[in-house]
Structure formats: C-alpha cells, structure tokens
C-alpha cells in the first residue's frame, strides 16, 4: 500500500503544538475581534508551510455576512472580518483528503495561538476573494478571529461506539490515537469514522455519509494521538481510508 505524503511532514515541534490544541479546539461561531499582526503572521507562515501536495490554504478578508450562511438549528456566524479557504487541485492524487489534514493543521496551528475557528463547507463563493488559479477548487472556509464565546461545546460518540472491538486492550498508542479522532470536527458532527486494530495495525475506515474532509482530518488526529513514538500510514482502498503501524521499529 501507498504511503501517505503526512508521514513526516510536520516537525516533532508542530505536531507537539497542534496535538496540544486538540482538546481546546471546538467550533467557535461568535468573534469580537481580528487577529494581531503577531497573530497574522503566524497564520500566513502556517499556511504557507503546513499543505499537502494540491492544497493551498489563503488568508482572506471579508465580513462573516458576505461569506457564511445561516443554517437551520446552528448559530450564525458573525464577528470575524479574516478567514482561511482551503483550495484544492483536484487533479492531484489525494487532494480533498490532503485538504482535510492541511486544513486541520492550519486550525490547530490558529487554535495554540489563542484565535477561534470553524470548518465551514456551506459558505457563499461569492464572499472569497483570495483569486483563484485555473483548476482549483475551494472546498472548505474557517472564519479566524478573536473568540467571543465559549463555543457550543462538543458532543461526541463513546468511543466503544466508533471503535471494533475493545480499544481498551489494544496497545497505548492505538487507543491514544483513536481518542484524539474521536475529538476530531466533522461535518454535522456526523463523526463518520471507525477504528479497528488487527495484528500490529491501526485502521481507519470511512462510515456512511463520511466525506475526504471528515477523513483527512480524523487521519491527522490520529497521527497526532500516536504522539512522538514513530509511525507509517498508508493508504488504504475502498472504504478503508488509512492504515497506521506504530512501533519503535517499523
Ligand atoms: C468538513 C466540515 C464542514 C463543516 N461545515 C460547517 C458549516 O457549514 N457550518 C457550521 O456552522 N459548522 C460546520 N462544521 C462544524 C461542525 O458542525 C463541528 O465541527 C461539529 O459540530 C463538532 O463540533 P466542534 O467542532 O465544536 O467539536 C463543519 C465541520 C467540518 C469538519
């Protein structure tokens, strides 16, 4: 099986700082404040240095009203004049997946910095207005800006309910790594993964409705939850979308 352009991509460094925004990461719909040029200048540098092959992540400017629809039984997003698009070329091997880990890199890198987001797949394109190169796509918005709330709070699924068997007795690593998909976002909180553990592997596969975001993001995770032990993921096929080995000698 292919392995995936993630291994090694992020520094030990990055992957400390985006695993320790994990937990304090959720939804943030409501902001009374623009990120700082200190704050700014980390996002650009996030952006430029955190994507994978046919993803390119732009920092844009524009009121949430001219960029986010309002969806019935979630609050509106308002308050934030920036914004992050994740674009993709969609011609590239495994850029919506990509898109989803790049994205999710870049939210966490926001996160530690103290700045609130949101992954937004329903935005208006008519609000983005970063310019666009021939053949690219925009598939996801986060607004980025100066939270002015807590944030709903997440609900999530047991872990015994999006896990094979008992993660309970799998090794350490791969429990760590099914907890933190289990933090993962996804679109309508569908949480549309499952995890399961043969032999000396970890293997993420696609549930109904999960879209390349929802997987791309919950591969990140998982590579984040393994921590500093190394590790190899590789593609897998059909619905199985990742697998991952974690040992001190692979
Ligand atoms: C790919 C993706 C698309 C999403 N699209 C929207 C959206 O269009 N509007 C919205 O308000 N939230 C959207 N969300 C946010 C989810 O509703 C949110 O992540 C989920 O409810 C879990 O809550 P939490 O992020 O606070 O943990 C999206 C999340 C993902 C990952």
Known sequence: MEACALNDFYTPAQRARFLSAVSSRRSVRVYRG???VE????????????????????????????????LPGIERISGASRYAAVIVKEEVPHAAVHAGISGEA??????????GTCWVASFKRSGINVGMEY?????AVTPLGVPGGEGAGRKRKK?????????????????????CV??????????????????RTLVL????????????????????GVGEKPHLM????????????AEDRI
Request: aromatic fraction near 6%; proline fraction near 5%; include cysteine.
């Open 205 to 224: 596969t696609r549930a109904a409705m999960g879209g390349s975001l929802d997987m791309g993001i919950a591969m990140l995770h998982m590579s984040l």
């Open 39 to 70: 704050q700014l200048s980390a996002l650009n540098y996030a952006a430029a240095r955190l994507c994978l092959p046919g993803v390119r992540i732009a920092i844009g400017e524009g009121e949430s009203e001219s960029l986010f629809r309002k």
């Open 34 to 36: 623009t990120p700082d």
């Open 182 to 199: 289990r933090q993962a976002p996804s679109a309508l909180n569908l949480q549309p993964w499952r995890l399961s553990f043969a032999g």
């Open 106 to 115: 870049v939210v966490l890198a926001a996160v530690s910095r103290g700045l």
């Open 159 to 179: 872990l015994s309910e999006i896990c094979a068997g008992d993660p309970t007795v799998w090794p350490l690593w791969a429990y760590n790594a099914a907890e």
């Open 135 to 139: 053949g690219e796509k925009v598939l």
């Open 234 to 245: 590789r593609w897998g096929e059909g619905k199985e979308i990742a697998s991952l080995i």
